[in-house]
Structures are given as C-alpha cells and as structure tokens.
C-alpha cells in the first residue's frame, strides 16, 4: 500500500494507492490542498480514481467537488450523505475496490447521520466518528450523541484491536493511534454506560466552527465558497500595483479610466482624482451608458481590492478586454499616502 497523510491545520487527508495497479483513493480532501494531493499522487505515480468524504464536514470546505470536476472521477459518501454531487453512495459493509485494496465502509452515525468509516488492510480510517483521544462532536446538525454511542461500542470498538486508526482530525500531531489503544486509554471511552456517555457528549460545551455556515451550505450543495468565487475572478484578471497606478496619473501619458465601484458615499468622502464612480451593484446595468469603448484601458479599485477583482471579471467577461484590478484598494491607497480627492462625482 502506498500511503500519505496530508495536514491541513487539524484536518487530515490521506491518499491510500495500490502499489500493483497504481490506483488510489483520496479520503477527506480539503480544498486549500488540492494542488499537494495531486503533486503527492504524481510524485507517487498514482492516479486518484475515487474522492471519499467520511461525512458532511462542517468545519472546513471538501475538495470532493472541485476535483471531481478536475479529475473526471465518482466522489463517494454514504448513502445518507445530502450533497448532490455524490455518484457512488455506500452502505455499511459494501466496498470500493481500488487495485488490489479493498476499501469497507461502516457506516457510524452520530456526529452526522451519514457518517462512515473506510477499513482497507491494517487501518481504518474513523472520520470524525473516532479521533485520537476523542471522539467527534455531536453538537451539530444531524449529530446524535446515542447514535455515536453504537457507531463506537457496537460496531468501530468491536475491529481488530490491532487495526491502526487514522483520523480526520488531529491536533497534537500524533500520526494515528490503535483500537486497543482508543479502547485503553480514550478518556471518552471510559465512559461505557449509555446514558452517561450520553450526557457527557451533551455537556461538552464546544464552541462552533468558525465556517459552519459556509462550510455547511458549500459541502451539503457543491455551491462555491466566497474565497472560491475571488480566486477564480483573481484567476482571469491582470492586476496593477500602487505604484504603477501612480506612475500612470503622473506622466499623464496613459490613456487610462480609473474606475471607482465603492458606493457614492466612499467616493465622495475620498476617491482617486478624475475617478468615475461606477458602483459594483449597477456595473452590468449602467455600463452600456457609462463605458463605451470597449478598447479602452480601465482600472477598477474598491476599498479592499476584493469587489474590484469580481467587477474586473465581470467587465472581462463582458468584453472589455483591458480592465484591470488594483492590487489592493483605496483603503492601501490611502495608507501609503497617496493623494486623496474629496467631493462629488462629476
Ligand atoms: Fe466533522
């Protein structure tokens, strides 16, 4: 088995490939890591030939999507997984053969309904079912402190005591821990009676992700996240810098509009001079009166250089194929001290 652990904050991954065949499965992949998991597989001289998500993460953005697109290849959940985007929904006890590895999913409701573990050879991948010294939450939607109690007791204590568990979570660093090892000495474990161990889950306390929201609506539908939708602007977007926009309203030679696209109160209080206001929620609807050469070279600004990105796009898309974004915003404008004009737009 050719085996690699992917760290992403306390969030792991992992890609576990048949050395015979080269195929290999890719489990809990998170979206900030896509680039690593396909230099990893190509650095191992494997092909990815399945996406598994353990369950519906609330706390960080699945990859499962974008690569699926990316790869051609069937992400796979548990048959109770919400999202649409699953092709391959498993059951308890069925299996995804990848080479000569055969994956079995258990499926461990309880800090989510469509929970599962993945046994493939010595280890079994516990999700957020399991963690080293811990156990996932079951705080949040479809959570189920008794449903956890039977997914551990009844089903994932129950595996070999010698079979190693990899998590989705760890955040001390320990690489993966044993059954027997959980059995022995998880502190939650030693909580054996059903109704206290109940009690203990609900008395936990915890406090909520920083991304439920976003995290629960991109991985539930397949919709994009906000930092997504601006990489994917920034990514069809020429920028300018600070300085170079200086340069250019200074030599005076440049046959350049800059494009304001705050709202008229920002402009008025402090804009670039000979700006023209153009606010992001009009652009599409009053460009044709607004901008009407095409050919000509616009610069967008905002206060932040995110909103210009997203209307830079948007002005590419329509046909304007020299808008570009500043490299940061008025806000950056202002501090590095550049000059400032008040008052109304022309
Ligand atoms: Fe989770």
């Not at 949040?140 to 070999?160: I, M």
């Not at 009690?199 to 609506?217: D, S, Y």
């Not at 494009?259 to 606010?279: C, F, K, N, S, T």
Request: proline share 4%; aromatic share 6%.
């Amino acid at each position: 088995m050719i085996f690699e652990t992917v760290i992403s904050g306390g969030c792991r991954s992992y890609v576990v490939g048949c050395e015979g065949s080269c195929a290999a499965a890719l489990i809990d992949p998170e979206l900030s890591q896509i680039d690593r998991y396909l230099a990893l597989a190509a650095r191992d001289g494997l092909r990815i030939r399945y996406i598994v998500d353990t369950h519906t993460h609330a706390d960080h953005f699945s990859a499962a999507q974008q690569l699926k697109r990316q790869l051609q290849v069937p992400v796979v959940m548990h048959r109770a997984s919400p999202a649409p985007y699953v092709d391959l929904r498993l059951q308890s006890g069925e299996m995804l053969i990848v080479g000569n590895l055969r994956l079995q999913a258990l499926h461990t409701p309880g800090h989510t309904r469509d929970s599962m573990c993945l046994k493939v050879e010595d280890r079994v991948f516990t999700g957020d079912t399991l963690l080293i010294g811990g156990t996932g939450r079951t705080d949040l939607p479809t959570g189920d402190a008794a449903a956890l109690f039977e997914s551990l007791f009844d089903r994932v204590l129950k595996l070999d005591p010698a079979l190693k568990v990899f998590p989705a979570h760890e955040y001390k660093g320990r690489s993966h821990s044993t059954i027997g090892e959980e059995l022995a000495q998880n502190p939650r474990l030693q909580q054996r009676e059903r109704g206290a161990f109940i009690e203990m889950m609900h008395n936990l306390n915890l406090t909520m992700p920083t991304h439920i929201t976003e995290a629960l609506r991109t991985n539930m539908t397949g919709g994009k996240t906000v930092s997504q939708m601006l990489a994917e602007a920034a990514a069809s977007v020429p920028f300018m810098s600070l300085g170079e926009l200086q340069m250019c309203l200074e030599s005076g030679r440049e046959d350049l509009i800059v494009l304001d696209v705050r709202e008229r109160d920002a402009y008025e209080e402090g804009h670039i001079a000979g700006a023209q206001l153009l606010p992001r929620g009009q652009l599409e609807l009053r460009v044709n009166q607004e901008l009407t050469d095409p050919t000509r070279r616009i610069l967008v600004y905002c206060e932040f250089g995110r909103v210009s990105t997203l209307a830079t796009a948007t002005l590419r898309q329509m046909g304007f194929q020299q808008a570009v974004a500043l490299d940061g915003g008025m806000k950056a404008w202002r501090e590095a001290g550049l000059a400032v004009t008040a008052g109304k737009a022309p």
